[in-house]
């Protein structure tokens, strides 16, 4: 892809004291977020995908988090900077939004006080002029009758308003990138269509780059450009969003595809991943990680020390267990398009 | 041969307002929703949040009074029926519970929650009750060691199979899922999935799936039911709602579902703007002056939906 990169996270490795020793969520992940390109992590939870993010925004408690490679965001290294320097940054160029709108808001707040709060903080504006942009923020997220929300608090909204509203804060400053960590799952489904037209409207219109995190691979199939696969800390597969849902590789993507239940074709029966994902301090730091959920595929199948390498131009894939990997239950082939009609 | 039936069921709520807090109108919780369970079939009842779907299934097992209407279970009304005299009927219907982490006692062994409903309603004696135990945990997979185990050393998967254990222990043949994976991850989610079907052919099991799912509910039932405010807005086999949907909210409903397959993008778009359209247009159509859904009326021997 011949886009600017705007985020090119290095070598970044987030770990988590637990007792005396330090142990990495997100580990060794490298990727670039080019500009006006939606970028989705996926995978189950506690793969580091939520980690992975609020180390972009800084949001973890520094005495139990240890942060290590780089961030560079428009050519600075967001880790070398002091919490002055990126709170300029954050709120204004990186916006967040986050999963549950409705502890997300301050519920004392009018809505319009907390879209102007972030305006007070970044942009030197008057008090007409904040009322003024919120109100069209407001209008921008499709709340209807702006200038009566404005004066509104939380609780007197609906879950889907709410959620416009935490998009709303997220966008007051006109960010370069958002982080948008599940921010469907709370919601019904069609209020759930509603937000992810209003996301892709908002990119188109407004330029930004997203990075969308969920768990859901429909809405993944619906926003993104290029998809990440993390397992256990580590992307295993990285590629364009139709490879990842067409021409799966790596035995976590095609398991993954396998194992949701789909409104458009029916299955006789979901394929079950085995085990589950090991805590963190449990995590084998050596070989392939997912092994023990594929212990049907042998050990010398697997690379020692896997890297994430290039199979083919812009499509990544770790380890080489995918060249043997099967489904042992069944005929499945792992990607959607196989086999269904 | 009909193993339930809801007749008109109704679960208002006050709202009580202005000169001594008089009753001033109602929340219409459920409102006239009338459907059949047969036995051996999994009925599912869709819709968003507010629907009416879980109050309903609560309204069903007497969780929740009925204002007016008939729950026949084999026969017998159990909204008439007193306490002391509903106490056999509960045996029959146990219920699967939506969250895991908070629907056992952290502070109770496995051992207890699961033999709970046993001490309930049978005399056995420790060693029996013990072995009883046993037998369900190993059906839903666990090990017989759990049993002096605590719920939060348990993964959430597991801790859902021993919400189904304990609603097995009993026999029932009616279980209601109030949305029992939608707190679990994607692969665990397909476990307790494909074992609800297994157990379900071996016990003879009656389900009503209460989900808001479309994907699971696609999977997992036979019939489907859609509420929308309260009411059944379309009724039907689940091969008729998803591939020849009649009822505007139906529609709605299905063309939100994010399609799968990043090919059906433009097309998925297209299809939910033209729904959108018509829901516009036609709402008048499909719903009274007070925003009600018709009565559903039979359009085949199985598909019914709510028009005038």
Redesign the interface.
Known sequence: MAKQTLLEIEELRVSFRIGDDYYAAVDDVSLAIGENEVVALVG??GCGKSALALSIMGLHPPEKTKIEGRLHFKGTNLLSLSVAELNRIRGKEIGMIFQDPLTALNPLMTVGRQIEESMDYHLRLSAAEKKKRTIVLLRKVGIPEPEKVYHRYPHELS?GMRQRVVIAIAIACEPALLIADEPTTAL??????QI??LLKELQRQMKTSIILIT?????V??M?DRVAVMYAGEIVELAD??TI??RPLHPYTR???Q??????T??E?????QG?VPPLHKLPRRGCRFQPRISWIGADKHESDPKLREVEPGHWVRCTCYQHFYFPDDQTVGG??YGAS | MALLNVNHLKVYYPVRGGFFRRVVDHVRAVDDVSFTLNKGETYGLVGESGCGKTTTGRAIIGLIRATAGEVLFEGTDLTKLRRREFHPYRKDIQMIFQDPYSSLNPRKRVLDIVAEPLRNFERLSPQEERQKVQYVLERVGLSAESIYKYPHEFSGGQRQRIGIARALTLNPKLIIADEPVSALDVSVQAQVLNFMKEIQQEYGLTYLFISHDLGIIRHMCDRIGIMYRGRLVEEGTSEEIFTNPQHIYTKRLLSAIPNADPRERGRQEALRREVEKEYEQSYSRYFDANGRAHPLKPISPTHSVAIP
């Open positions: 189950e939870s879950g019904d489904v069609t209020i759930q269509a992810i037209g768990h859901d691979l429909g809405v199939a619906e993104a969003v139709d849902f067409h398991s993954l595809l194992s949701i239940p789909s409104a458009q029916k299955k029966r979901l394929h079950v991943i589950i959607i398009g």
